[in-house]
């Protein structure tokens, strides 16, 4: 009884391992390190600077992405950001350009959809976000779906751009159950900014 009760078993587990060896496997990009940079609409190639994990965009909450050039008096640089989801597919592309009859993004955005800012100025700081939002100023807002969970690649035609990025509530005012405003400002998180592949500690 034990030895047929053991066999029983075992041929169940074998079962469902089949299955599962059988299920297709969920598909996924090569994520901020393994996918190729691209240049950005101008020709120019960047590096990949800093990486930055927790990104999303979803329930009103997007990613802020503030970068200043520090490179020096008479270098202006180009600086973007690229989004990846949770399984590592990339979102947009500095690359982009932008569609036939649009219109640009004020400033010097490149493009209304691409996280790409061309010619920022040395010691100029633009901000590239994942949506919208009421309280702060964005030179470029990303188009993409929501999504969590995420991860983003910050890349520059120069070495020395400094970035900070946080997720923020993207509503101007906070209610409560009933409607009514409450007086709290929306809620922000700053998120770790890294240098490419080494968070702080390594």
Partial sequence: MELSRTLGLA???CGLLVAVSRMPAIAA??????TPLSSFTDGTIPRHVYTVPGVLKKNGF???FLCTNLSPVGAPANIGVEVFDNTGTQLNSVSATPAPGSTPVPRTCDDSGNGAVLNVMPGSTVTIATGGTAQMHEDCK???ASFDNGSA????TASRVACSAFVID????????????TGRSPSAVSLKVIKKNKQLGD
């Fill in 11 to 13: 041929a169940g587990i």
């Fill in 29 to 34: 990009g090569n994520g901020p390190l393994g």
């Fill in 62 to 64: 997007v990613t802020e």
């Fill in 142 to 144: 990303m188009t993409m």
């Fill in 153 to 156: 690649r910050i890349v520059s």
């Fill in 170 to 181: 993207s509503k101007n005012v906070i209610v409560d159950s009933t409607g009514m405003v």
